[in-house]
């Protein structure tokens, strides 16, 4: 069963939530992030580059310090304030095509460990170790590890009772999505909201697999009840919204064009798309291809897969193309390779190739919820960057504190 509690966030001002509230600092360009601190003295970038107006960047555990004394000030400012009451946060993002809500909590460390938070996503120790030691000298979390569920009607019923009210927060941002966030402090709700998600047998890691990791080290390393638990945002896994990541290589391991393409027909069949401007693969086991100025279909030949992670489009392609034909053997460190969400458009592959920036991309579907599910219950790993998923939380709406 799935323990999720209620928490006090440390969270902006009322009126000014739509200014601290911010994207991941790792999406914005360097001008985007230098307007933005230049001209909101509120956003939580500043939280997170205290070092931005310095000469000399600080790094490591010394610019942690520095991010702790930052949101300091910012508390001090009344720029963010704790609330007195243990509370649910119910969080609404809209965009022009979705609506995703679900519920911000803490979530149990120990459900991790014990498989009842289930992933899909192998991890980077170094990255684990990194950011665990952000969260001991910090003190603080700023973005919740994204966990699915199935539906529920009980949690609908609680959703349904707060969304149709005022909001506490409501803004819209500039890439016209529309956030809305309500606290839900009422005992008996709270009671409804803990009951029912104890009543679910397991979750599944959506997004956030190092923010879990790391917190389950540092629960090992600090004794206290706030770090046996992290801050999560639950949600009905029919809303997500799950996206491909394409790569692109570098080089072609010194190969020609021709000969990569007679290497790839060994496990694929290949038929050259004409007069197309982009093409995205329809087709089961399909993929699509950037050579030389040609989109190309590539349809893996049919084989038997010893597991449900061999059968996805991400492992066939690092099975028979990345790794054999291209020598790139882990994608996660591998400088040959650039990955992009499914969210940019194809012709940016079709440009950064043909402007030689690389030389070859490749374009895959996306992976359904249910062969995720497949996976992670099987215990498997997916290959890095197999999946893009939506919602994107802002940073700094609800602050879980660390003690």
């Given at each position: 069963?799935?323990?999720?509690?209620?928490?006090?966030?440390?969270?902006?001002?009322?009126?000014?939530?739509?200014?601290?509230?911010?994207?991941?600092?790792?999406?914005?360009?360097?001008?985007?992030?230098?307007?933005?601190?230049?001209?909101?003295?509120?956003?939580?970038?500043?939280?997170?580059?205290?070092?931005?107006?310095?000469?000399?960047?600080?790094?490591?555990?010394?610019?942690?310090?520095?991010?702790?004394?930052?949101?300091?000030?910012?508390?001090?400012?009344?720029?963010?304030?704790?609330?007195?009451?243990?509370?649910?946060?119910?969080?609404?993002?809209?965009?022009?095509?979705?609506?995703?809500?679900?519920?911000?909590?803490?979530?149990?460390?120990?459900?991790?460990?014990?498989?009842?938070?289930?992933?899909?996503?192998?991890?980077?120790?170094?990255?684990?170790?990194?950011?665990?030691?952000?969260?001991?000298?910090?003190?603080?979390?700023?973005?919740?590890?994204?966990?699915?569920?199935?539906?529920?009607?009980?949690?609908?019923?609680?959703?349904?009772?707060?969304?149709?009210?005022?909001?506490?927060?409501?803004?819209?941002?500039?890439?016209?999505?529309?956030?809305?966030?309500?606290?839900?402090?009422?005992?008996?709700?709270?009671?409804?909201?803990?009951?029912?998600?104890?009543?679910?047998?397991?979750?599944?890691?959506?997004?956030?697999?190092?923010?879990?990791?790391?917190?389950?080290?540092?629960?090992?390393?600090?004794?206290?009840?706030?770090?046996?638990?992290?801050?999560?945002?639950?949600?009905?896994?029919?809303?997500?919204?799950?996206?491909?990541?394409?790569?692109?290589?570098?080089?072609?391991?010194?190969?020609t064009y021709k000969q990569l393409l007679e290497k790839i027909?060994?496990?694929?069949?290949?038929?050259?798309?004409?007069?197309?401007?982009?093409?995205?693969?329809?087709?089961?086991?399909?993929?699509?291809?950037?050579?030389?100025?040609?989109?190309?279909?590539?349809?893996?030949?049919?084989?038997?897969?010893?597991?449900?992670?061999?059968?996805?489009?991400?492992?066939?392609?690092?099975?028979?193309?990345?790794?054999?034909?291209?020598?790139?053997?882990?994608?996660?460190?591998?400088?040959?390779?650039?990955?992009?969400?499914?969210?940019?458009?194809?012709?940016?592959?079709?440009?950064?190739?043909?402007?030689?920036?690389?030389?070859?991309?490749?374009?895959?579907?996306?992976?359904?919820?249910?062969?995720?599910?497949?996976?992670?219950?099987?215990?498997?790993?997916?290959?890095?960057?197999?999946?893009?998923?939506?919602?994107?939380?802002?940073?700094?709406?609800?602050?879980?504190?660390?003690?």
């Open positions: 069963m799935v323990k999720v509690r209620p928490f006090k966030a440390i969270r902006p001002a009322r009126d000014k939530a739509n200014l601290v509230a911010s994207r991941s600092y790792l999406t914005y360009s360097e001008t985007t992030i230098k307007e933005k601190l230049d001209h909101n003295p509120y956003t939580f970038l500043h939280i997170i580059n205290p070092d931005y107006n310095s000469n000399r960047k600080a790094t490591g555990i010394t610019k942690f310090k520095l991010v702790k004394e930052r949101f300091k000030q910012f508390i001090r400012e009344d720029i963010l304030k704790r609330d007195e009451m243990d509370s649910f946060y119910i969080y609404q993002k809209q965009d022009e095509l979705n609506i995703y809500t679900g519920i911000i909590g803490a979530s149990s460390v120990e459900d991790y460990l014990n498989n009842k938070i289930r992933k899909h996503e192998q991890t980077l120790t170094k990255r684990e170790n990194m950011f665990c030691e952000y969260l001991e000298t910090t003190g603080f979390n700023a973005d919740p590890v994204l966990l699915a569920h199935e539906q529920n009607e009980e949690i609908k019923k609680i959703l349904n009772k707060y969304t149709r009210n005022r909001s506490e927060y409501e803004f819209t941002t500039t890439n016209k999505s529309l956030h809305k966030l309500w606290v839900v402090n009422d005992l008996d709700d709270i009671d409804t909201i803990i009951n029912t998600l104890d009543k679910i047998e397991k979750v599944y890691i959506a997004d956030g697999h190092h923010r879990c990791a790391s917190s389950a080290l540092l629960s090992k390393q600090k004794d206290s009840e706030s770090s046996s638990y992290f801050m999560s945002y639950l949600i009905e896994e029919n809303q997500l919204n799950i996206l491909n990541f394409n790569r692109l290589v570098k080089n072609l391991n010194g190969l027909k060994t496990n694929y069949t290949v038929s050259f798309k004409k007069g197309i401007a982009t093409y995205s693969p329809i087709l089961e086991n399909e993929i699509s291809m950037y050579l030389n100025g040609k989109w190309y279909s590539l349809i893996a030949n049919e084989k038997r897969y010893n597991s449900k992670t061999s059968s996805l489009d991400p492992s066939i392609l690092s099975d028979n193309i990345l790794r054999p034909i291209l020598g790139i053997v882990d994608e996660r460190i591998d400088q040959n390779i650039s990955f992009l969400e499914g969210t940019i458009p194809l012709s940016t592959i079709k440009d950064k190739v043909d402007g030689g920036e690389y030389a070859a991309g490749f374009v895959l579907k996306p992976i359904s919820i249910s062969a995720i599910k497949r996976v992670a219950d099987n215990n498997e790993i997916m290959p890095p960057k197999s999946t893009y998923v939506e919602p994107k939380l802002r940073s700094g709406l609800t602050i879980y504190p660390i003690t």
